[in-house]
């Protein structure tokens, strides 16, 4: 089975299909789709600011630590590490493991040809997160003093803000801005110039874990990765809190899009389609892939079945 799903991806991951015709899913559907990402998100980053601002106040703050601590590189650099190093590690091994036991009940695992990679292949991508993170930390130690120079950067806890709707309604726009910006890298990267030298790494995961989230090519880490996820919230000026609050989010969004089930975030398995047949379904949510005709013809069986349209007839 793996060997079929081998060849069957070669055959698939030269580029992506010529346009189809337009989705068959009603329009009302797919902005549903989108809406309920788009507020997943903000409820979601809403509730860690909320705990992450009164776990500061009340652990770490009322313990008089010096401001002048929160402007210091590696201080800022720590609490970025201290939150993915403990995501990625904690959150995909625990997935890995529901799994391979196949602990969770069947309606929450998205059933695939392949339903698990081969074992040498999640250790590449394990090994591969200790050089990615390098890499990320020193590109963030060489940005943080220009941040902190033009003042785009806030640290201090004394300016947290205090309201959760500025929280809200920024995460709205950061979806936003997030759901279009990776769409059209993501689908960029598909192309015949880039998909050979950049995004064929990723795809090396047929069938996905979570640690398959960051396996993939330096510059698709920063183009696809860190910019459709940082650049709104250093042009929006993001407190510090804020930002860590959105990067929970975003791991737990991308880390769960990969792992193979169907929870709070990839409610109908969007992402799964796009590794497994590798031909569409290039956005987060469905909505840029209904506007351009990309939305996978097999994810599009599915999503109608689960919401009890008709599905294609077999000829």
């Known amino acids: 089975a793996l060997l079929q799903g081998e060849m069957l991806f070669s055959l698939q991951n030269m580029n992506e299909k010529p346009l189809r015709a337009p989705s068959r899913i009603p329009f009302p559907l797919i902005f549903r789709e989108t809406l309920l990402s788009v507020f997943k998100a903000a409820f979601s980053v809403t509730l860690f600011y909320f705990l992450l601002r009164n776990c500061i106040y009340k652990h770490v703050y009322s313990e008089n630590v010096e401001e002048s601590m ?119 990267l598909h192309s015949k110039l880039l998909y050979a030298q950049i995004h064929k790494k990723h795809h090396r995961f047929y069938a996905t874990v979570g640690y398959a989230a960051e396996y993939a090519h330096w510059i698709e880490q920063v183009v696809s990765n860190l910019v459709p996820t940082f650049a709104f919230c250093i042009l929006a000026k993001f407190h510090y809190v804020e930002a860590l609050a959105w990067l929970i989010y975003r791991l737990l969004e991308t880390y769960e899009a990969h792992s193979g089930f169907t929870l709070l975030y990839n409610s109908t398995g969007f992402h799964d389609w796009h590794h497994s047949a590798n031909q569409g379904n290039f956005g987060i949510s469905p909505l840029f892939d209904w506007i351009h005709s990309t939305c996978d013809t097999q994810w599009t069986e599915h999503f109608l079945g689960l919401n009890g349209l008709p599905k294609k007839k077999e000829a």
């Open 70 to 188: 929160w402007k210091k590189r590696w201080f800022v650099l720590a609490g970025i590490a201290i939150v993915h190093a403990g995501l990625f590690h904690f959150v995909n091994a625990l997935s890995i493991f529901l799994q391979y036991k196949r602990l969770l009940p069947k309606r929450v695992q998205i059933q695939r040809r392949i339903m698990f990679p081969e074992w040498s292949l999640v250790w590449n991508a394990l090994r591969d997160s200790v050089l990615d993170s390098v890499f990320s930390g020193v590109l963030l130690y060489l940005l943080t003093p220009i941040l902190f120079a033009h003042n785009v950067f806030e640290t201090a806890p004394s300016r947290m803000p205090s309201s959760y709707t500025r929280v809200f309604l920024l995460t709205i726009l950061n979806q936003i801005w997030l759901e279009t910006s990776f769409f059209y890298v993501h689908k960029a």
